[in-house]
């Protein structure tokens, strides 16, 4: 398709502001090779209509998760996946490990394995449908998966006014801004340097929540690695959930935690760059 041709679709989206507008804009620049496949489906994934208009797979809400995964091809990779993180819990529970503690890649617990429960046991329950569309952030890697944690926390950042930690908190935030704008080594040991955090608010309270949400993203810092991020990212986006939640049901804060990742990035995924 020539660039006239996607300029012109771009007119009409500015000209109507329609999702089918904008959906026939984002495959123009997909078959003009602008933009990737992997960040349009991103985007679908993100819940961007226009993104799921273009390629037939909108993901509306988390009630379409599974069958959303499952048309992708990708419903196995995240059990598989999951596997491994349900292990890590396993070994935190039973040696102790607890959430600031790092483990060793490649020790003697076999990360996702697929042995068969006893005849007797219970199968594992289901991960929450907000923690399962945190993990299913690990195909696009590290850089979306942290920036989609950075995002959730920053929401949860101003219920902190007042509170002792708002100041460490913030440098944290601040901190993890800078690995994202640019990935080192000496980026993630300043995050390191300012764990752990501390003067916590009170328990039960939507500020502690938010606390926690911060705390439990810098974590990712010990290990940028896909499946310990997705753990981390996962974490981050349940404490946010809490915090960002008005009452206490099990769906409460969840659209918000999810609007404020894609409000993060939808924009950065669309922009076409590599």
């Known amino acids: ?135 299913g952030l690990a195909p696009w890697g590290p850089g979306v998966q942290v920036r989609a944690g950075w995002a959730a926390a920053s929401a949860c950042s101003p219920l902190l006014e007042g509170e002792g930690v708002a100041g460490r908190a913030s440098e944290l935030l601040d901190r993890v801004a800078a690995w994202l704008a640019s990935p080192s080594d000496p980026q993630r040991e300043r995050i390191l340097a300012a764990l752990p955090l501390e003067g916590f608010p009170e328990e039960g309270t939507r500020a502690r929540s938010a606390a926690r949400a911060i705390a439990e993203l810098a974590q990712f810092a010990r290990e940028v690695e896909a499946r310990y991020l997705a753990l981390t990212v996962g974490r981050t986006f349940s404490a946010a959930r809490e915090a960002l939640a008005r009452d206490d049901s099990p769906e409460a804060g969840v659209e918000e935690v999810r609007a404020c990742v894609a409000a993060e990035l939808v924009p950065w995924a669309l922009a076409g760059h590599e």
């Open 1 to 135: 398709m020539s660039d006239r041709e996607t300029q012109a679709a771009l007119r009409r989206w500015r000209d109507t502001g329609a999702s089918e507008d904008e959906a026939a804009y984002l495959l123009a620049r997909l078959r003009s090779g602008e933009l990737a496949h992997e960040r349009l489906l991103m985007a679908a994934y993100l819940g961007h209509p226009a993104a799921g208009l273009a390629l037939g797979s909108e993901l509306g809400r988390l009630e379409q998760l599974e069958a959303w995964l499952a048309a992708q091809g990708r419903a196995a990779q995240l059990d598989e996946l999951e596997g491994w993180i349900r292990d890590w819990h396993v070994a935190e529970a039973t040696l102790a490990l607890g959430p600031l503690l790092s483990w060793p890649f490649g020790g003697p617990i076999q990360w996702g394995s697929d042995a068969e429960p006893e005849a007797d046991e219970e199968p594992p329950p289901p991960f929450p449908p907000l923690v399962r569309w945190a993990h």
